[in-house]
């Protein structure tokens, strides 16, 4: 069983930064693909970025790409999403998922595990 806690939202300028964090519970943390997805109001969720269980591999949703950074520590059973040059249209819900399956941490598609979301919100 592991259960994700998001934190590190906030309200912050256009241009600014933030780094998000997804603290993970459980021992086998480390044997799960990981992921953030963003939802903005009135909108559908959306892919963000994911990085593989060992970190050796990330993947970025084009809009994000370049300005945002994810990463892992398996020690401290976290993933961070850093997020620099943020813009107006970054504002959403942010959400970290979980599977041991890479194809769904991209998809989005029923995984193992979702976090109850963190606020980001960018004002212009």
């Known amino acids: 069983q592991v259960q994700l806690v998001e934190s590190g939202g906030g309200l912050v300028q256009a241009g600014g930064s933030l780094r998000l964090s997804c603290a993970a519970s459980?021992?086998?943390?480390?044997?799960?693909?990981m992921g953030w997805f963003r939802q903005a109001p009135g909108k559908e969720r959306e892919f963000v970025a994911a990085?593989?269980?060992?970190?050796?591999?990330?993947y970025y949703a084009d809009s994000v790409k370049g300005r945002f950074t994810i990463s892992r520590d398996n020690a401290k059973n976290t993933v961070y999403l850093q997020m620099t040059s943020l813009k107006p249209e970054d504002t959403a819900v942010y959400y970290c998922?979980?599977?041991?399956?890479?194809?769904?941490?991209?998809?989005?598609?029923?995984?193992?595990?979702w976090g109850q979301g963190t606020q980001v919100t960018v004002s212009s």
């Open positions: 998922l979980a599977d041991r399956v890479w194809g769904v941490v991209l998809s989005g598609g029923a995984p193992d595990y």
């Open positions: 990085i593989s269980w060992s970190g050796g591999s990330t």
């Open positions: 459980g021992r086998t943390f480390s044997r799960y693909a």
